[in-house]
């Protein structure tokens, strides 16, 4: 059995297009609306602050709200290419036509404007999670060596890092570029009609290179009866608590930086180099740290333990001795940056376990439902970073553009956003891996994988 899973050959196009699917130029299209759409809203389309907020908040809560039922559709989902592949077809299109649309700025009234705005944000959010629920699910379904699955993964956080940074650092000159050179007025239209046309070949290319091979034949059941198969192993909990905690506390931090630099440092006219240093750790703990890292640690349990330790050593000296220097502060802001980065790709580790484990003690592939609850937690804990940080601030007391003027209980709020709250969270997410269910089956799950009968012929996958 061993030998079964030691010799799975690793599929090179497969690795590729999984990681340039969800996390190449797809992801920079995301990181390009998640980081200016709300101007570009406000003082483009002429949007007031308050329309925009509603906007963003109706989006992202339907957003969230979806993610299930995104999962339970594609794991019931029959066709000749399967339950995942299908979608990896249309998505794409559509995501270029939403993503598109929204940087128009039609000739409408306040209130049409409001709707349009609504309509591309809910479709393009929707699309994401068409494409989203699918490209996790098909990982293990292709997949069952874990090693394999990690290097995968590895890849795909390394991509998605490289197209983040890329689209928050060059977006605008991006739009300029095009602007001059192809003589248009929105540069932003072009920039993501090309980086759209670019995600369909990538997800096409992950169309033709996954298989379906390692899932059970699709049962006559209704969903609902998996769906309480699932909601009943309370002892999933530990990954869902992990799955909110790590976008609440990376969010967190990286959120409350500006507020940080301007209001606790003091230091507004440092911000942009603040950011500039502490950013390529981002990138270097996906591209270095966290390969290093599984293969020293092999479980995402034991990665996640060394990145909250290692990450929560610097957030506490940054808390008591931030503020002493300004080179001081950047380097344990690097650091900190370069252990905790990897948590957001760890997660994505996690999503396997719950699978193996629920294929293991229930018999059922149930792919997309449980990647869906972990994005589903996800997006909770998101939603929790972007309203968390004004409430918190708001109930202390700060004051807009008081720099040198906040009382202390703010003071105090914005040095625990930025240092205090990751460890605390960290402290936490320890806490729920103890009860992490399958460090008691992990050899057994093992045997089962080796097992599991190639299906990719029944699934009409070649």
């Not at 306040?110 to 098909?138: C, D, E, N």
């Not at 045997?447 to 699934?459: Q, T, V």
């Amino acid at each position: 059995m061993e030998k079964t899973q030691v010799t799975e050959k690793f599929d090179g196009k497969f690795a590729f297009f999984h990681a340039t699917s969800v996390n190449g130029t797809a992801m920079m299209m995301m990181a390009l609306i998640s980081t200016y759409f709300s101007v570009y809203m406000t003082d483009n389309i002429g949007l007031a602050a308050s329309a925009g907020a509603l906007v963003m908040f109706i989006g992202s809560l339907w957003d969230a709200i979806n993610d299930p039922m995104m999962g339970i559709i594609a794991d019931r989902t029959k066709s000749r290419w399967g339950r995942y592949r299908p979608y990896f077809l249309p998505a794409p299109i559509l995501l270029t036509i939403f993503g598109t649309l929204m940087w128009f700025n039609p000739d409408l009234s306040q209130t049409g404007k409001f709707w349009w705005v609504l309509a591309m944000q809910i479709g393009f959010g929707m699309t994401t999670t068409m494409y989203t629920m699918p490209q996790m699910s098909i990982l293990p379904a292709h997949v069952k060596n874990d090693n394999h699955r990690n290097k995968i993964i590895t890849f795909g956080a390394v991509s998605s890092a490289l197209m983040f940074t890329a689209g928050t650092s060059f977006g605008p000159d991006l739009t300029k570029f095009f602007e001059k050179t192809l003589g248009v007025s929105n540069g932003w239209i072009p920039l993501m009609l090309i980086l759209g046309v670019l995600s369909c070949l990538s997800f096409w290319g992950l169309f033709a290179t996954s298989r379906e091979k390692y899932i059970e034949p699709l049962p006559d059941r209704p969903m609902s009866q998996d769906l309480k198969r699932i909601l009943k192993h309370k002892e999933l909990l530990p990954f869902i608590i992990v799955w909110v905690l790590v976008s609440v506390g990376y969010g967190l931090s990286f959120a409350s930086s500006v507020y940080y630099m301007t209001y606790y440092y003091q230091r507004p006219d440092l911000i942009g180099t603040f950011m500039l240093i502490a950013s390529p750790a981002g990138l270097l703990s996906m591209m270095v740290v966290m390969p290093l890292t599984l293969k020293i640690f092999k479980t995402a349990e034991k990665a996640i333990t060394f990145s909250v330790i290692s990450s929560s050593i610097f957030y506490v000296v940054m808390y008591f001795f931030g503020t002493s220097n300004f080179i001081f502060l950047c380097v344990l802001a690097f650091g900190a940056s370069l252990f905790s980065t990897m948590q957001n790709a760890l997660v994505n580790v996690l999503v396997n376990d719950a699978i193996d484990y629920i294929q293991f003690t229930e018999g059922i592939s149930a792919n997309g439902l449980i990647s869906s609850i972990k994005g589903f937690a996800q997006k909770c804990g998101g939603t929790i970073t972007n309203s968390g940080i004004l409430f918190i601030l708001g109930l202390t007391g700060y004051v807009a553009n008081a720099v040198g003027q906040q009382n202390a209980a703010t003071m105090f709020a914005l040095n625990f956003l930025k240092c205090g709250a990751p460890v605390v969270i960290g402290l936490i997410m320890l806490f729920a891996l103890r009860f992490n269910p399958v460090n008691k089956h992990r050899e057994d799950i093992k045997a089962m994988k080796a097992l599991i009968r190639d299906h990719s012929e029944d699934n009409h996958g070649a």
